[in-house]
């Protein structure tokens, strides 16, 4: 998984599928370590710093954000598919095929994390196919809605006893809309949408 404070850099504009499957997987990891470092810095309030030295807690966090990784590409590759079907004509179906092979691609780089196992990341990978082919039974929605459906699997990943945990879901959940919206942002001012889409199409075609 990218290197997290890597994200800060500035990025170069999005002009082929290459440079596209290196933003989803980049802010599909932002988006979830993100929210996870953040959460269990505020949960853990003045102990932070003690917390984030236990080697127990570590391996917490690794876990979490290796499970929480997939949900990330889903959410990421949802608003990215929105964008470019302005592009796609009638093949919006033909689009997301393309764009979930690019996605699916991108998961396969990465070997098992040890922290989560061979079972659970196959099943982690059927999962996500599943929900990429899902995207396109409903029209594209607005950036701030797409967590919605995922936003309870990603607050129960995170690395902080449920009983801890107390009322932040409601936290969590604005956390991923407001996110969203700016990597939304990010995106429609980097890619030539209409060139990336028809390169996805270029092989249907």
Same mark, same amino acid.
């Given at each position: ?64 954000? @290796? ?53 659970? @990341? ?19 929605? @607005? ?63």
């Amino acid at each position: 998984m990218m290197d997290f404070f890597a994200f800060f850099r500035r990025r170069p504009p999005i002009g082929d599928p290459v440079a596209l499957a290196t933003f989803i997987d980049e802010n599909a990891a932002f988006l979830v370590q993100k929210g996870i470092y953040e959460y269990s810095r505020a949960r853990a309030g003045h102990y932070a710093k003690v917390l984030f030295r236990e080697e127990a807690f570590l391996r917490a966090v690794e876990q979490s954000r @290796w499970r929480a990784y997939p949900l990330g590409l889903a959410l990421i590759t949802e608003l990215t598919e929105g964008i470019l079907s302005r592009h796609a004509g009638h093949d919006r179906g033909l689009l997301l095929d393309a764009l979930s092979e690019l996605v699916l691609a991108v998961f396969d780089r990465y070997p098992v994390p040890p922290t989560v196992g061979a079972l659970a @990341w196959n099943d982690a990978r059927a999962e996500l196919a599943r929900r990429l082919a899902q995207i396109t039974l409903h029209p594209p929605k @607005w950036a701030k809605d797409i967590p919605e459906p995922l936003a309870e699997s990603y607050f129960n990943l995170m690395p902080i006893h449920e009983q801890l945990r107390g009322p932040d879901f409601p936290a969590i959940r604005n956390y991923l809309r407001v996110t969203m919206c700016n990597i939304h942002d990010e995106l429609t001012k980097r890619i030539d949408a209409q060139a990336v889409a028809g390169m996805l199409r270029a092989p249907a075609d």
